[in-house]
């Protein structure tokens, strides 16, 4: 037989239920800080806003042979990170809980996290990384060697 129990070590919390206004490509990080106050760290000149907190649960058990024998198992620590990263217009562009790995920081776990999200796979996303991205028009991305269309008319040799 076994039970447990997980309770908040660290941080305020944040329930999937109070994020739920977070639209991405709506909402603002300005709102985002309205509703959930301020975060733990505001990194990448802002575009990256990280709230934390830790979790410890125990594990319970009771293990019957020939006599009943009781023990416990634990703590065993977990580190939430809930990360926001806006475009530079400050619009929400994606958002997420995730959990640290074990001995990693709450800032490197963002960075990685960051990093991963950053990267381009549609056009409203390319905003995410700045002006160092290129945006494209519709289509598929421009391969080298290709040229973009211009209004003028191409001439044939």
């Keep these: 037989m076994t039970?447990?129990?997980t309770s908040v070590t660290g941080g305020r919390p944040i329930k999937p239920s109070a994020t739920a206004f977070v639209t991405d490509g709506t909402t603002t990080g300005r709102e985002v800080i309205e509703n959930l106050g301020p975060p733990l760290?505001?990194?990448e000149h802002g575009c990256l806003l990280v709230y934390s907190w830790e979790t410890s649960s125990h594990l319970h058990f009771t293990i019957y042979?020939?006599?009943?024998?009781?023990?416990e198992a634990?703590?065993?620590p977990k580190q939430w990170v809930?990360?926001?990263a806006t475009d530079r217009f400050d619009r929400v562009l994606r958002h997420a809980t995730i959990t640290a790995a074990e001995n990693e920081s709450v800032?490197?776990?963002?960075f990685a996290w960051y990093r991963k999200a950053r990267h381009p796979s549609s056009i409203a996303d390319s905003q995410l990384a700045g002006p160092a991205f290129s945006q494209q028009t519709k289509g598929s991305p421009i391969a080298k060697g290709d040229s973009f269309p211009t209004d003028k008319p191409q001439l044939k040799r």
Excluded: W
């Excluded at 042979?65 to 023990?71: H, S």
């Excluded at 800032?107 to 963002?110: M, Q, S």
């Design 3 to 5: 039970s447990g129990c």
């Design 41 to 43: 760290l505001e990194l």
């Design 65 to 71: 042979t020939l006599g009943r024998e009781t023990g």
């Design 74 to 76: 634990g703590p065993k």
């Design 82 to 84: 809930f990360c926001v």
């Design 107 to 110: 800032r490197d776990t963002a």
